[in-house]
């Protein structure tokens, strides 16, 4: 009976969770010059885009790991995830719960057609994931 009711209680917190998500940003994609690398959001998902060998990009998705989940990201051979880091959103001091951004910085290393994905999965539970990203990188 105990573990039914410890079930429900983080069944409840999950759903409340899952409530508590805003909408994506408008989708400001930069264009990239030589001092600012291409930013990618959420709805850049599906989109090929050009890429200089030895340049980079920027690939930014709404995380929350409060939540259990986070991004899982892979590239191809062509590609190096330079960095990745997450930074929370702001917020008031003793807070939980609060979401931010996963930040990824990939250089592309070898021409052609390569690949950047990432699951939003838990860990303890890859198999059902809470979201994808992928983003074809015409490297040359």
Same mark, same amino acid.
């Given at each position: 009976?105990?573990? /039914? *009711?410890?079930?429900?209680?983080?069944?409840?917190? &999950?759903? +409340?969770?899952? @409530?508590? %998500?805003?909408?994506? $940003?408008? =989708?400001?994609?930069?264009?990239?010059?030589?001092?600012?690398?291409?930013?990618? /959001? *959420?709805?850049?998902?599906?989109?090929?885009?050009? &890429?200089? +060998?030895?340049? @980079?990009? %920027?690939?930014?998705? $709404?995380? =929350?790991?409060?939540?259990?989940?986070?991004?899982?990201?892979?590239?191809?051979?062509?590609?190096?995830?330079?960095?990745?880091?997450?930074?929370?959103?702001?917020?008031?001091?003793?807070?939980?719960?609060?979401?931010?951004?996963?930040?990824?910085?990939?250089?592309?290393?070898?021409?052609?057609?390569?690949?950047?994905?990432?699951?939003?999965?838990?860990?303890?539970?890859?198999?059902?994931?809470?979201?994808?990203?992928?983003?074809?990188?015409?490297?040359?």
């Amino acid at each position: 009976m105990r573990f /039914l *009711v410890l079930g429900a209680a983080l069944l409840a917190a &999950l759903l +409340v969770a899952a @409530g508590c %998500t805003t909408p994506p $940003p408008a =989708n400001p994609t930069v264009t990239p010059t030589a001092a600012q690398p291409a930013v990618y /959001l *959420v709805n850049d998902s599906g989109r090929t885009v050009p &890429l200089g +060998v030895g340049q @980079g990009l %920027t690939i930014r998705l $709404p995380e =929350n790991p409060t939540t259990g989940y986070a991004w899982n990201a892979s590239v191809t051979d062509g590609l190096l995830i330079v960095d990745s880091a997450y930074t929370p959103d702001p917020h008031p001091t003793n807070m939980v719960g609060v979401g931010g951004t996963r930040t990824w910085t990939v250089r592309g290393v070898r021409a052609g057609t390569q690949q950047f994905d990432a699951v939003y999965v838990r860990p303890f539970d890859p198999e059902l994931p809470a979201g994808e990203f992928n983003l074809t990188v015409q490297v040359g």
